[in-house]
Each structure stands twice: as C-alpha cells, then as structure tokens.
C-alpha cells in the first residue's frame, strides 16, 4: 500500500512539473487587440480586496492562512462572483502549482516581506470562459484526487494536454505594488531571491516595527497599495464604474 501511494503522489509530481514546463513555451501573447482595464487598490494584512471586472467574474486579493509557520500576505484570486472554489481561473492558468509563484505574495517558500515585495510587478494569466474554467477544475481535481490512496492513478500525459489546451486563451493580468508597510525578515535572503531582495531597496515602502521588538526571521507584510492591470478580451462588458482602453493583447 505504502508503495502504490508513493507511486501516486510521484505520477501527480510529474503531472505538475510537466505543466510548468508547457507554461514556460506555451503561453503565447495573444495577437490583435484587448480591452486593458486598470483597477488601483490597497490592502491589509489578514483582510481581502476585491472587484467585479465583469461577465460574471470577481479579482480577489485574499489572505494567505498564517497557520502555524507565521506566513503573511496575500494570494491573487480570479473566481466567479457566485464562487465557484479551489482551484480558481487564476491558480489554474498560472503554474507552477503548489510551489512559489507570482500569484502569491507572501513571505512563503524561504521569502521575507522585503523579498516579497521586491518581486515586482507580478504577471499572472487567467480563464476567461466559464465553460473552460469548470473543465479546468475538474481535470486539476481528477488529478489531484488520483494522488490519494483509493483513487486510480492520474494520466499525466492526458491532464497535461486538457489542462493545457484550455489554459492556452487565458487573459493576461499584472500586479505592480506601489507602496508597503513591511516588517522586514532578519534572515538573510534566500540564494533565489537575491534579485529581488536588492529590487526592494529602490521600492517605496515603509519599516515598521515588530510586534514586541520581537525580530523573526521572514518578517511580515502588513499592508499594500497595488495597480493592476488586466487584458480582457475584445468586446468585454464591463460592470458599471469600470472602463477600459483598447491595447494589444500582448503588451
């Protein structure tokens, strides 16, 4: 038994890897012309930001669980406006999954929170149609589930080309942090991360001190002040309040 779900979970491993290496070629800038929207925001920590940005779908900057580890930040959420759950149009279309990534902005994976906002702008993409969507959740669910003991095994070969194929006409999404208000980590950055360690020195953000004069090691991000940008495509109805400029899809 225990061999078999070691068998599982490496099956789901590779599923997964091997859709970080199809996003690496295969997102192609869509050609033609897009309607870009621009949405300005702030948020602090342990609280969510959201808005309509129409045909029924909802961007939701929502809080990463601090659980026992002390996390803090936020995930980038794209779901519908009657919530449709894990994963989202955003989580799907921005591999890799379950790793570090530019949908999480967070001090996670070895990051601090000068590190986190460092890594700036954040590009990420996302499903637009809702059929294409719910497709997507199931087939990331049906391989997920496959990972379990009790469940048949996962094809990888098969999920990687639905997941794939839908994930192809996704729209192009990017967030740029415009301030912060960071408790910085004290441990020195992570190998990875140097880069945008040194990119945080030339961002406006603000020191605050921690809680208690007690120093931790990823440090904490407590609040910030976003601009993102959105390529929808052409044709997109809008909710009230919100306009857009046509702009090329791959911009």
């Not at 729209?171 to 910085?184: C, F, N, Q, S, Y």
Request: aromatic share 10%; charged share 20%.
């Amino acid at each position: 038994m225990h061999g078999n779900e070691t068998l599982r979970q490496v099956r789901f491993a590779v599923l997964l890897t091997g859709l970080v290496s199809i996003a690496a070629t295969g997102f192609a800038a869509a050609p033609g012309q897009c309607a870009k929207v621009i949405l300005d925001g702030d948020v602090s920590a342990a609280r969510e930001w959201n808005a309509p940005i129409g045909e029924g779908w909802l961007f939701r900057i929502v809080p990463i669980p601090p659980l026992a580890a002390g996390y803090s930040g936020w995930d980038l959420v794209v779901d519908r406006e009657n919530p449709a759950g894990f994963p989202d149009a955003l989580y799907l279309a921005t591999p890799p999954y379950r790793s570090i990534n530019e949908r999480e902005i967070g001090a996670t994976f070895g990051l601090r929170a000068q590190d986190a906002i460092g890594w700036n702008p954040r590009s990420f993409r996302f499903l637009v149609d809702p059929a294409a969507f719910h497709q997507a959740q199931r087939t990331y669910r049906a391989a997920s589930a496959g990972a379990n003991p009790g469940s048949p095994p996962p094809n990888p070969d098969s999920a990687m080309t639905r997941l794939f194929e839908l994930q192809k006409h996704a729209a192009r999404g990017e967030l740029r942090i415009v301030d912060a208000h960071v408790v910085p980590g004290v441990a020195d950055p992570a190998p990875f991360a140097l880069q945008w360690a040194r990119a945080a020195s030339r961002l406006q953000y603000e020191v605050e001190a921690a809680p208690e004069g007690k120093s931790s090691p990823r440090g904490s991000l407590l609040w910030i002040r976003f601009r993102i940008s959105l390529w929808l495509p052409p044709g997109w109805a809008l909710p009230a309040g919100l306009h857009s400029v046509q702009a090329p899809c791959g911009e």
